[in-house]
């Protein structure tokens, strides 16, 4: 999991890290509203599983942020606070907070509520991803890795259908290729490797050679990764 943390207290920051068990986990550090705000209002946000937010920041609201996060994305968001009571948790909760935590906290308790939500999140987006759906012209069935227009056909290999349905959940909104690498090849994106462009290439000529105008269906996003968009008739 990629696990985003704003928190202004070095201390709490170091202690995450050096307690957090799970060695497969990258926890990243924002220290102030300022830096949050900007990652909230880029495509890198869907790149985060998870986000621990400090209520009380020193250069504004913790609260805030969430606001902001929760109108863009349905990351779940996790509020920590040094002080509150019933009435302030419920504030976050109403906001969009998936959950509420006071210091001084458990690491491993934490820990294991981060991938609780994670896992429902999970789960919702299965149900979510439909297995038969249409890019531009063409018909593609997930289940069966086939496409089809007009009587023709391409057959898809498991990763071709995974990166489809990676591009089809995001709902024509930009995806990283961060989040192709960790939902199709699950693995952290490289860079340095072109895997994800290679196989979008690929689709691409798949998709052109049923139909000619679907093939321009897959947009490159430069410098963040695709989208899907639709086929204006």
């Known amino acids: 999991m ?14 995450l890290r050096l307690n957090w068990s799970d060695s497969r986990d990258r926890l990243d550090c924002l220290t102030s509203v300022r830096q949050a705000n900007r990652l909230i209002h880029s495509n890198e946000l869907a790149a985060y599983d998870c986000i621990l937010i400090d209520i009380n920041l020193t250069d504004g609201s913790g609260l805030e942020l969430l606001r902001e996060a929760r109108a863009r994305s349905d990351v779940p968001i996790i509020m920590i606070s040094g002080a509150g009571d019933a009435d302030s948790r419920a504030d976050a909760i109403s906001v969009g907070a998936d959950d509420y935590v006071m210091k001084p906290f458990s690491v491993k308790e934490l820990r294991a509520r981060v991938h609780r939500l994670h896992e429902a999140r999970l789960g919702r987006s299965a149900l979510r991803q439909s297995l038969a759906f249409r890019i531009g012209n063409v018909d593609c069935d997930i289940g069966r890795l086939s496409m089809e227009f007009e009587g023709a056909s391409q057959p898809l290999t498991a990763l071709e259908g995974r990166i489809l349905q990676v591009l089809h959940a995001g709902g024509g909104e930009d995806c990283p290729k961060s989040c192709i690498a960790r939902q199709a090849l699950f693995r952290e994106y490289d860079p340095r490797d072109k895997t994800i462009d290679v196989y979008i290439n690929r689709l691409r000529g798949k998709l052109a050679e049923l139909d000619a105008a679907s093939g321009d269906a897959i947009k490159t996003i430069r410098g963040v990764g695709y ?4 086929i204006q008739q």
């Open 2 to 15: 990629n696990i985003m943390i704003i928190e202004d207290q070095r201390d709490v920051v170091d202690m």
């Open 227 to 230: 989208r899907l968009s639709d």
